[in-house]
């Protein structure tokens, strides 16, 4: 007996004079593969969909027209008062204010009026609309500068309009200076006249004139422009590498979403890592007849109860697969490594496997080396119901659920809990290889002579 064999029984060997045996060994429960390793599996979809994006992103950044942008600055001067009211000749802007006025459609139709070098009644509308909707105003805190930045198309015409309405704000805001100054004298005007027909010389009428006199010698001067727009020489809207980077970003993370969508929409097994995951139990990988390591791998799992150690003489397994070639590649895997110990696997029909398996007997078998093991397979029909399975699990040691990758994991999963915790070890098989290469020999019937390799 080669030493693998004695390998897997090495914790089971007995005496003969052993009266107490050990419970049953399961396996451990699989632990949880982590949410962002399940994700990573679906790198093929993340590749593609982050391929996806960024080309897009490439394409949309070498179609979108550049804009520029042209700032006018310019300092606005407060009014002055009524002098009758006996404050100060100065008030305080609000730059608030200013920047709403700014942002009108009369400063804008006036700054039309100045591009079409037409008088304010003739000015285009639309013009004016598209001046509205293209300016953005700023006033830095604690100052009196208000800036105005237009955004368009074409630099030269961006900093045009600029320029435009920056004058077409200062004339109107030194129309209404210049208008609140003639009423204020206007007043002051009548205010003395109606002193001086009374003969009244009192110091009243002093003051009004040396207010007067002094408003006149103040001119108007509602503010000025401190930084003329000039055409940008770099666009302000984003270049092709902002938009390659968004691509690279935004790629990433849709095609995450999207590797995380399709693993929670897939309902195929796929990989051992999500056989283990929805059943619980560690998945046992056996990529072809020829894996002997999955094959040892399967026996030793098969091997946990030791009460039903396999490959014991006269041992017996169930096979079940929803492809019938994938139950003759286990089988095979299974034949290969116990002819190579000396031993035999004989393929039986469900229908002959009539008497419970009871507990081990003589287990000297574990160390002697001239013991022959031998298997019993019964391959369970694909068709064949939950039912019908369970049933044999008395009257084998284990049963081995093969599955494909494209197999269904929920069916899978419901016929495992079915058949788990009723005798016989169940183990899961991820089994790559669908069917058996032609050609290939087949583990012996029942009939036929057993084979000692």
């Known amino acids: 007996m080669s030493e693998t064999l004695n390998t897997i029984g090495a914790e089971r060997r007995r005496t003969r004079d052993d009266t107490v045996r050990a419970r049953p060994n ?75 006025t700014m942002a009108s459609q009369r400063i804008t139709l006036r700054a039309a009026a100045l591009l079409q070098d037409v008088p304010v009644e003739e000015a285009d509308p639309a013009l004016a609309e598209d001046l509205l909707e293209r300016l953005s105003t700023t006033a830095p805190d604690d100052t009196q500068v208000l800036r105005v930045t237009v955004t368009g198309d074409d630099p030269n015409q961006a900093a045009e309009r600029a320029n435009a309405l ?145 490959p014991r003489p006269g041992s017996r397994i169930a096979v079940h697969s929803a492809l019938p070639g994938q139950a003759t590649v286990v089988v095979q895997a299974l034949d290969a490594v116990v002819s190579s110990w000396g031993g035999t696997v004989e393929v039986v029909d469900t229908r002959t496997l009539t008497d419970a398996v009871g507990p081990l007997g003589d287990t000297d078998w574990l160390g002697m080396d001239d013991t022959t093991p031998s298997l019993l397979v019964a391959t369970v029909p694909p068709r064949a119901g939950a039912a019908e399975l369970a049933a044999l699990t008395d009257r084998v040691d284990g049963v081995v659920l093969a599955v494909e990758p494209r197999g269904r994991l929920r069916r899978f999963q419901e016929r495992f809990e079915r058949l788990s915790g009723r005798g016989a070890a169940v183990v899961p098989a991820f089994v790559v290889q669908r069917q058996v290469r032609p050609g290939t020999d087949a583990a012996p019937a029942r009939d036929a002579a057993p084979q000692h390799r």
Not at 54 to 75: D, F, I, K, N, R
Not at 186 to 208: C, N, T, V, W
Request: hydrophobic letters at 40%; zero cysteines.
């Open 26 to 100: 399961r396996p451990e429960p699989a632990d949880p593969t982590p949410a962002w390793r399940r994700v990573l599996h679906r790198w093929p979809t993340i590749l593609s969909t982050w391929l996806v994006v960024l080309a897009a992103a490439l394409v949309a950044g070498l179609l979108w027209p550049p804009t520029y942008q042209a700032t006018a600055s310019m300092t606005v001067t407060p009014s002055a008062v009524n002098p009758l009211t006996g404050d100060s000749g100065f008030e305080e802007v609000e730059m608030q204010t200013e920047m709403a």
């Open 166 to 310: 920056a004058t077409a704000y200062l004339a109107d805001r030194g129309e209404d200076v210049q208008t609140t100054a003639d009423d204020t004298l206007k007043r002051i005007d009548e205010s003395i006249a109606g002193l001086e027909r009374s003969d009244d010389d009192s110091s009243s009428l002093r003051q009004l004139r040396e207010q007067r006199t002094a408003l006149a010698l103040i001119a108007p001067t509602p503010g000025r422009v401190i930084s003329e727009a000039t055409p940008p020489q770099e666009p302000s809207s984003a270049g092709i590498p902002l938009f390659v980077a968004g691509g690279v970003v935004g790629g990433l993370v849709l095609g995450a979403l999207a590797g995380a969508f399709r693993e929670r929409a897939d309902r195929s097994v796929r990989r051992p890592d999500r056989l283990a995951d929805g059943t619980g139990s560690p998945a046992v990988v056996l990529n072809s007849v020829d894996d002997e390591d999955g094959a040892l791998e399967l026996l030793r799992r098969l091997s946990q109860d030791e009460d039903r150690a396999v």
